[in-house]
T-cell receptor
């Protein structure tokens, strides 16, 4: 099991560019999440999904979009990148909500200049 | 509004001694608490958790204590080892809608010295 994988590991974007952060899990987890971590801060939830075709906003969804067409994949789309989106992005998954434990990917470090 | 607070950004402990990491929360709807450990350039990994119906949970060298009346939890690591050096995040969960959402603290960097 690879667990939760994220690509790319690093990316530099210019202001106004767009990109997709990829996230895949091979644990057959229904629940998937996207977080961002700014320096010196905790992780903040951007979007989450409780299954294929179902997504919902988290605490900081502005400037992002997600889709969930399969159980395995949960890509995060940034449109019109802004410097405020410079952060480390983590994808996570969990088997079911009552389990609470979430498994995290290694992160994508994004810089917008 | 920081609902989960870790007021100590860093902690240094000698190898073999006890490490105590603290966490306070404000939202009384939180019903499950977790500790995650994070090494540089890696994602957080789950360490230990506790339900709000308990006041203690133990797993090997790691023990989490929950004081609901004080809205406070702590993680004890005994004995501390150099490999425990990492950033520790406290997280709290409440079921809202269809999923459990985690609210994270800002982390405490633990350094275990020889």
């Amino acid at each position: 099991n690879a667990g939760v994988t994220q690509t790319p590991k690093f990316r530099i974007l210019k202001i106004g560019q767009s990109m997709t952060l990829q996230c895949t899990q091979d644990m057959n987890h229904n629940y998937m999440y996207w977080y961002r971590q700014d320096p010196g801060m905790g992780l903040k939830l951007i979007y989450y999904s409780v299954g294929a075709g179902i997504t919902d906003k988290g605490e900081v969804p502005n400037g992002y979009n997600v889709s969930r067409s399969t159980t395995e994949d949960f890509p995060l789309r940034l449109e019109l990148a802004a410097p405020s989106q410079t952060s480390v992005y983590f994808c996570a998954s969990s088997k079911r909500t009552v389990t609470y434990e979430q498994y995290f990917g290694p992160g994508t470090r994004l810089t917008v200049t | 509004d920081q609902q989960v607070k870790q007021n100590s950004p860093s902690l240094s402990v000698q190898e073999g001694r006890i490490s105590i990491l603290n966490c306070d929360y404000t939202n009384s709807m939180f019903d499950y608490f977790l500790w995650y450990k994070k090494y540089p350039a890696e994602g957080p990994t789950f360490l230990i958790s506790i339900s709000s119906i308990k006041d203690k949970n133990e797993d090997g060298r790691f023990t989490v204590f929950l004081n609901k009346s004080a809205k406070h939890l702590s993680l004890h690591i005994v004995p501390s080892q150099p490999g425990d050096s990492a950033v520790y995040f406290c997280a709290a969960s409440a079921i809202t809608g269809t999923a459990s959402k985690l609210t994270f603290g800002t982390g405490t960097r633990l350094q275990v010295t020889l």
